[in-house]
Structures are given as C-alpha cells and as structure tokens.
C-alpha cells in the first residue's frame, strides 16, 4: 500500500470519525423525568385522555379533542387577551419555541378564560400578533372552565387591580397533548425557551 494511498484512507476515516460525531451530538436525547423536571416539565406517569369539549377556534369553526390528534404535540395555555403580566409572557415564550423549533409537528393554542370579552375577532386578533401560526380558542365559559378543571387549570372571577386592569386570576401552566388527546404532562414557571426546547424535541424523539 502505498504512502499516499495509506494518507487518503487515514484522514477519510478521521473525517468520518468527525463528521459522525457532530451529527451524533446535533441528534435530540430522550431525557429522563428528573432531567425534564430540571428544565422545567413534568411528565405524567399515566397519560390521561381529554374529556369531550365543544369549543370555536379564532377562525369561528367548531374546535374539539378530534383538533389536537392531527399534530404530534399540542400546546393548550389558559389566559385571555386583556391579561397584563403571565399571558404575554407566556404567548412570548411560545414564539421563542416556535423559533427554536423549526418544525410544524406541534399546534399552540391559548384557551380563552375571558369569552365575554374576548370576542372572536378580539381573539384572533391577540394571538396572530405573536404568531401567525398561533390558534386561539373560546367558547362558553362553563365549557372551558370544565376543560380547564380536568387539566389541572383553576379561574378566579374577573376584578379589577389598582391600575383598574381587568384581572383574572388563574393557573400558570402550559399542558402538553399528544397525537391520542391525552395529557402528557405540564411545563411550570419560570419558562425558559431553551430548556423548553430540549423537552420538547426530547418528546417527539419518544413518540
């Protein structure tokens, strides 16, 4: 074998070698439930399928649990478009998400708390300034409040702060759904897109 040819096959296998292990290291892990805990999710043991809701998305067509089995994972957040502090923050994080994510396995949804106030045009209005792709949801109030009740989620009535905003109490999480419109589990604050990122891609690897 000559010296050349011998150089060739050398450095063609430490390219491979090299090129393999970016490839190996760019590739989603499956984490473990304490390392989804640490970046902020908690998995359900036992997944748990969604009752039957009648709702209407922003586009004023008929939104149930057969909606959330055409994509991989669905996102459903509680709030409401006149929300002051947690909803924006949260509708901002889901873009960040959606930016990191490059991918369109996964719905976002925010779930009306408001109804009376958030009108469809309203809804749609809120929620496409975030993201196009972004699908808001609403309904009567005694069906969302009974979704919300099996999701974990909780409303107080509607009052107003000191700077006379309306405020509307409620739980602060994301749940996540998969392709079955079974509860998987939930990301808790703080949120952080980036270890966000790593569940969610970690999740989908699992599917």
Not at 10 to 29: G, K
Not at 94 to 107: C, L, N
Not at 113 to 125: H, M, Q, V
Request: with cysteine; proline share 4%.
């Amino acid at each position: 074998m000559s010296k050349n040819l011998l150089t060739f096959i050398l450095f063609s296998v430490v390219l491979f070698l090299s090129v393999y292990s970016v490839w190996r290291i760019s590739q989603p892990r499956i984490l473990s439930p304490d390392e989804m805990k640490v970046n902020g999710f908690y998995q359900y043991g036992s997944f748990e399928e969604l009752r039957d809701f009648q709702l209407i998305n922003h586009n004023n067509e008929a939104f149930s649990k057969e909606d959330l089995k055409a994509n991989s994972l669905s996102f459903l957040y509680f709030g409401y478009s006149s929300c002051p502090t947690e909803c924006p923050v949260m509708m901002s994080v889901m873009r960040q998400v959606y930016d990191k994510m490059e991918t369109d396995e996964i719905a976002y949804y925010l779930i009306s708390f408001d109804p009376e106030i958030d009108t469809i045009d309203r809804l749609k209005s809120y929620v496409t300034a975030f993201n196009p792709e972004f699908m808001g949801v609403s309904g009567e109030i005694s069906e969302v409040v009974k979704l919300g009740y099996q999701l974990g989620v909780e409303k107080l009535a509607p009052m107003e702060n000191h700077m006379n905003q309306r405020i509307i109490s409620h739980t602060n999480h994301l749940i996540v759904v998969n392709s079955d419109a079974e509860v998987i589990g939930i990301f808790k604050a703080p949120f952080e897109s980036s270890s966000m990122t790593l569940v969610i891609k970690s999740l989908l690897s699992s599917q």
